[in-house]
Each structure stands twice: as C-alpha cells, then as structure tokens.
C-alpha cells in the first residue's frame, strides 16, 4: 500500500466513524482531482495529507480544542481546523500551504494556496452531504478542467448556504469572496 493511499489519522485524533469516513471521502476526492490534474507526486501528497488530516479533532471536546487555540473570540465550531494544525505544527510538520488549508479549510482564506482551495472545495463537494446532491456532484466533476472557476462557485455556494440557513457569515470569507470578484 503506497503512502498516498492510506487513510492513517495521527495518534490524537479524536473522530468518530461518521467523521473517518467524511474524511476518507474528502481524500478520495482530493486524489481524484490530483490525479486528474497530474500534479507531482509532492503536491499530490500535500493534498492527501489535508484531507486525512483536516477533520483530525472534529469530535474533540471544545476545553481539549481551546488548549490549543487559546483565542476567547473563535467559536468553537472554527477550533478543530487550527487545532489540528497546531498539533501537526508541533510534530514537526512544515508544509506551511498544508497547515494553512487546514486551519481555514471552514472558513476560506483569501491567503489559499492551491492546495487549501482544493481542501475547502472537496470538504464541501464530497459526495457524503445530502444537500444539493446534483449539483455538487457536477462541481466535483469539473474541479480538475475548471479548477478556479469551480472554486469560486463553491465559495459563493457555500455563503448563500451560510445566509439562507442563517448562520455567521465569517470575516475570513469575506474576504476571500472578495478577492474572487
């Protein structure tokens, strides 16, 4: 089994099998498109890296999260993403375009690499979410012939669902919105 293939989520990971298999979903997208786009084998690992590890904390308790993004203003459904970066930040992981997809891979970034639009855009197009099944499953299909094109759909989708379903629109993806127009 190459190193790419496997799904093997870090020691202090605390995710349920719901979320392994989420994640396991996210990384099989981000191989898909990898492969499509015949990325080298560097940039291919780098993004399999942020799917495995994106949801790394997912199911942490938030005093677990908040020992490692002490931030008081960040709610705690934003924690898991820089948590987790934290952690592999102190295991020595380097690949700075890694550890900033997934410290924003929830909120956007308007400071993404291609491997953090990748992340974001496969976290919320993996096949696993019930909404907007059809339409997603398009996107998904054309992220490699249309990468930033199928990005900035996905930014706008994922901020019509923020509004219609009433939730906090982030300053982050504001930004990143408005870099896009």
Same mark, same amino acid.
């Given at each position: ?16 099998? &719901?979320?392994?298999?989420? +994640?396991?979903?996210?990384? $099989? ?6 492969d ?5 084998? #560097?940039?291919?690992?780098l993004?399999? #890296?942020?799917?495995?590890?994106? #949801? $790394?904390?997912?199911? $942490?308790d ?7 993004v002490? #931030? ?16 592999? &930040?102190?295991?020595?992981e ?7 997809? +997934?410290? !924003? !891979? ?7 690499a &291609? ?9 919320f ?7 907007a099944?059809?339409?997603? $499953? ?20 994922? +901020? ?22």
């Amino acid at each position: 089994m190459s190193e790419r293939s496997t799904l093997a989520l870090p020691a202090w990971a605390v995710v349920s099998d &719901r979320r392994r298999q989420h +994640i396991a979903r996210v990384t $099989a997208l981000l191989d898909q498109w990898a492969d499509a786009m015949h990325l080298d084998d #560097d940039e291919q690992r780098l993004w399999h #890296d942020a799917g495995r590890w994106h #949801d $790394a904390l997912r199911d $942490a308790d938030e005093a677990t999260l908040r020992t490692l993004v002490p #931030d008081a203003s960040m709610p705690a459904p934003m924690l898991h993403g820089p948590a987790a970066a934290t952690r592999l &930040r102190a295991e020595g992981e380097r690949r700075e375009p890694l550890l900033h997809a +997934i410290a !924003h !891979h929830t909120t956007g970034s308007a400071d993404f690499a &291609r491997a953090g639009k990748a992340l974001y855009m496969a976290d919320f197009l993996e096949p696993g979410r019930s909404f907007a099944a059809a339409d997603r $499953a398009f996107l998904a299909r054309h992220v490699a012939d249309d990468f930033d094109g199928v990005f900035r759909q996905v930014v706008r989708s994922r +901020i019509e669902w923020t509004l219609r379903e009433g939730r906090t629109l982030y300053p982050e993806t504001v930004t990143l919105w408005n870099q896009l127009r």
